[in-house]
């Protein structure tokens, strides 16, 4: 089991580009989450799917940020137009079911924009 | 909306004494509390959860304990050693469909 996995692990874009983060779950778990963090807001909650169907996407800024589930083995999160807050690492996790159960990060994507 | 708040940001403790660090939630309904600890450089890791039919859990050094009358849950942590220290976050839940909301962290440091 290779746990969660995130590509790309680090990723530079200039102001204004669009940037698309992957997460490829565990085999077998029902829900992904991601969550964006920063030194200043630590672990933000950004969107959730369960069974690839979108739960709660209450934390995703509505006008640049995007994620899709197409498959139960991928995950996507889109970003357009970056801005320079939008810096930051954005983690995948996912778990066997809802919030109540364990959740596996991955190792992460840092997103810097210049 | 929803926030968790957890006390304190940073701890520093000397090897081999207790550390506890405190958090609380805001919506009585909450039932899931878990503890994740994260190490320089890498993903958070479960550590220990408790669920809101218990008072207290306790598994290899770690002990949890909730109080829901004061919506209040803790983190205790006995004979700290330097492998412990690590950032903290706390986080509540109100069930499966519903996110985990989160608290800041707190660095933990132990002085060897």
């Known amino acids: 089991n290779a746990g969660v996995i995130q590509t790309p692990r680090h990723k530079v874009t200039g102001k204004g580009q669009e940037a698309t983060l992957w997460c490829e779950p565990i085999s077998g778990h029902s829900a992904v989450f991601w969550y964006r963090q920063t030194i200043v807001q630590g672990l933000e909650f950004l969107t959730y799917f369960r069974n690839q169907a979108p739960i709660d996407d209450s934390g995703m800024p509505k006008e640049r940020f995007s994620a899709q589930m197409p498959n139960q083995s991928h995950s996507t999160l889109k970003i357009q137009s970056t801005q320079p807050q939008d810096s930051a690492v954005y983690l995948c996790a996912s778990s066997l079911g809802g919030t109540g159960n364990t959740l596996y990060f991955g190792e992460g994507s840092r997103l810097i924009v210049v | 909306g929803e926030q968790v708040e957890q006390l304190p940001s940073i701890l520093r403790v000397q090897e081999g004494s207790s550390a506890s660090i405190n958090c609380t939630y805001e919506n009585s309904a909450s039932n899931y509390f878990p503890w994740y600890k994260q190490e320089p450089g890498e993903n958070p890791k479960l550590i220990i959860d408790?669920?809101?039919n218990m008072e207290r859990k306790q598994t290899q050094g770690l002990i949890v304990l909730l109080d829901k009358k004061a919506k209040r849950f803790s983190l205790h942590i006995t004979d700290t050693q330097p492998g412990d220290s690590a950032m903290y976050f706390c986080a509540a839940s109100l069930g499966d469909n519903s996110k985990l909301i989160w608290g800041l962290g707190t660095s933990l440091v132990v002085n060897p």
């Open positions: 408790i669920r809101s």
